[in-house]
């Protein structure tokens, strides 16, 4: 991080408006990133809203052929789990040409998976996407798990499961690191947490993530309106 975390908010009540502004603004990071750097480095994260996206950015002008996109976080299980990340990823860009980089949970060894993960990462992503959980986890950094401690490394496991399952899951270091974040929030059960992360609040996870500029894409109901 380099400032102070800058925070915008967008909020829309129809669904198919808020998943449009997301995408318009991944597209817009993404020219942003090709014309300073001729490539565009994307993190996804999981959940169900980025798919939702996703929907929406196959038809926006998006130069695919020059995105990499990477893996915020990824439970550890087979490749045919439909729990996994990875299947939803490839769903939802169906042909479109970008680089995808797989977070190798199906190794015998997690932790030296980790460590190649986080040689494949560059140095800085120019967007990463970031969903909101009602206990207030971001990424795979769950409530009380040692990985909220992970300072010294890119990318870690939890040593706990969560929801039925351990995770890889990029770090604090990572996420604080990237140029712009992008936040989707939906729903009235994620209206707490959302106030607490606005607030900066480090009592839940995603209150500690420190990232300079930061949108928040949401709806109503998230707000508590």
Same mark, same amino acid.
């Given at each position: 991080m380099t400032g102070t975390p800058r925070w915008s908010v967008e909020s829309h009540k129809d669904p198919t408006e808020l998943f449009r502004t997301a995408a318009a603004h991944v597209a817009r990071r993404a020219h942003e990133a090709v014309r300073?750097?001729?490539?565009?480095?994307?993190?996804?994260?999981?959940?169900?809203?980025?798919?939702?996206?996703?929907a929406e950015l196959v038809h926006e002008d998006m130069p695919w052929d020059r995105t990499d996109i990477f893996q915020v976080d990824e439970r550890i299980t087979g490749p045919e789990d439909p729990d996994r990340n990875l299947l939803h990823l490839?769903?939802?860009?169906?042909?479109?040409?970008?680089?995808?980089?797989?977070?190798?949970?199906?190794?015998?060894?997690?932790? =030296?998976? %980790?460590?190649?993960?986080?040689? $494949?990462?560059?140095?800085r992503f120019d967007l990463i996407h970031l969903g909101l959980g009602p206990d207030g986890h971001t990424a795979s950094l769950v409530p009380g798990d040692p990985i909220l401690d992970v300072i010294d490394e890119p990318v870690a496991i939890t040593t706990h499961p969560y929801q039925g399952h351990r995770r890889m899951s990029l770090t604090y270091p990572t996420l604080d690191a990237a140029r712009h974040v992008l936040w989707l929030v939906t729903g009235a059960?994620? =209206?707490? %947490?959302?106030?607490?992360?606005? $607030?900066?609040d480090v009592a839940i996870p995603a209150g500690r993530v420190s990232a300079e500029d930061n949108l928040i894409v949401t709806d109503p109901a998230a707000e508590g309106r």
């Open positions: 300073e750097n001729g490539r565009f480095t994307f993190a996804v994260s999981g959940g169900r809203t980025p798919w939702l996206m996703f490839h769903q939802a860009l169906g042909s479109a040409p970008a680089h995808v980089h797989p977070m190798p949970v199906e190794a015998d060894d997690l932790e =030296a998976a %980790a460590r190649q993960y986080a040689e $494949e990462l560059p140095d059960d994620k =209206a707490q %947490a959302l106030r607490q992360l606005l $607030e900066h």
